[in-house]
């Protein structure tokens, strides 16, 4: 079930929804994107699910986006390519693209949106939908995502030992040390 947080920023930051997409064949990102073009209300952003670090990532990063977009400070046009480029800890809208944006051989996806209204969100949903069977586990992190989210997010064997040692778990380790860069990215801007 697509998950609506309100984030209580106001304007086009009030809510997010996340969304897990395990994708249907024959389905491409291209094609979903242009699908959502044209609502009114709702900034969408498709993001590979196996580089979601769990709903938190994207909470933090949408935080983040909203205040840089509050402050006048954004770098995207879109708020949902704001929350795409805090999500990756990148500053260029390319790099996070190419980093965290969902790839042509993509069999899951995350896909983000932002709204004033929580029935803008409703709307946008119906349209995720149409590609996919929606799966918000795809969404929290696995052991399955290890490797891909260490790889992307240069996460060192030291880091990920040291941080393991502070919170118990290997998988909350690894969360919190991209939460961490995502965190960190604010201040590289």
């Not at 983040?64 to 704001?82: D, Q």
């Not at 693209?97 to 029935?119: D, Y």
């Not at 941080?163 to 118990?168: K, R």
Request: charged share 25%.
């Amino acid at each position: 079930m697509m998950q609506i947080i309100e984030l209580g920023g106001g304007g086009r930051f009030n809510f997010i929804s996340i969304m897990g997409i395990r994708v249907k064949p024959g389905a491409n990102a291209d094609a979903f994107l242009k699908s959502m073009a044209d609502l009114r209300g709702a900034s969408v952003q498709l993001l590979d699910a196996d580089l979601v670090a769990g709903k938190e990532h994207l909470v933090t990063a949408a935080l983040l986006a909203a205040k840089s977009w509050g402050a006048g400070e954004a770098v995207a046009k879109s708020p949902s390519t704001e929350v795409l480029l805090y999500a990756s800890g990148e500053r260029q809208i390319k790099e996070a693209i190419r980093k965290l944006g969902a790839k042509p051989n993509s069999a899951s996806w995350c896909a983000i949106a932002v709204a004033e209204q929580r029935r803008d969100l409703e709307e946008a949903h119906q349209r995720m939908a149409e590609f996919g069977d929606e799966d918000d586990r795809l969404v929290e992190i696995s052991a399955r995502k290890k490797n891909a989210l260490i790889s992307a997010f240069s996460i060192s064997t030291a880091e990920l030992s040291l941080a393991e040692g502070l919170v118990g778990t290997e998988e909350i380790a690894l969360k919190s040390l991209v939460l961490e860069k995502t965190a960190l990215s604010d201040l590289y801007r």
